[in-house]
């Protein structure tokens, strides 16, 4: 019984090295390339939930604040000490301003 070898000469060889090199090369790239399409999609998600959220406590707070708005009257505010100042102005600050030539 006879044994058949492939006889590749050293062009050949060289030739299937570099072919299977490339191909590594771009398998590895194409699988990296999908782990990170995949981990992005995955931030995207959470990002947009904690947005989300976000949006959810700001309008909370938001009614919260208009809640305690609507409840400071102008008789609460003289209970606690404050009281309406009538301002007057006048157009004369005091000071003239000199400009220099």
């Not at 995949?38 to 309008?59: F, K, M, P, Q």
């Amino acid at each position: 019984m006879t044994t058949k070898t492939l006889a590749l000469n050293n062009i050949e060889r060289k030739i299937f090295w570099v072919l299977s090199t490339a191909l590594t090369i771009v398998l590895s790239f194409y699988l990296y390339s999908a782990l990170v399409i995949t981990i992005a999609g995955v931030d995207r998600n959470n990002i947009n939930r904690a947005a989300h959220e976000l949006a959810v406590t700001s309008g909370s707070l938001e009614a919260e604040y208009l809640a305690e708005m609507n409840r400071v009257t102008l008789a609460y505010a003289q209970n606690l000490g404050f009281h309406e100042v009538n301002a007057k102005f006048t157009g004369d600050t005091g000071s003239k301003v000199a400009i220099a030539r």
